[in-house]
């Protein structure tokens, strides 16, 4: 790929991240809406790029379960 792809392709990824966070869409809501052929191919590239699935992202994202349930 060149340069301008390979930054266009981590500028999508960032979206998706953004998207993701909110918690408000499936993954094959933003795929559809950011133009993937499908949510297979936004979660290979999602771990092309950032080197973590989009569970383990997702996952990252979660407040600390342990820590909730320690207070009460």
């Known amino acids: ?10 500028m999508k990824i960032e979206r998706v991240k953004e998207m993701l966070s909110y918690g408000e869409m499936t993954l094959v809501q933003i ?10 191919h936004l979660s290979n590239q ?16 979660q407040p600390d379960r342990l ?3 320690a207070l009460g």
């Open 46 to 61: 999602f771990r092309q790029v950032t080197g973590r699935s989009v569970s383990e992202f997702r996952r990252m994202l």
């Open 1 to 10: 790929l060149h340069a301008i792809e390979k930054y266009l392709i981590r």
């Open 31 to 40: 795929a559809d809406q950011l133009r993937y052929s499908s949510g297979q």
């Open 67 to 69: 820590s909730l349930d």
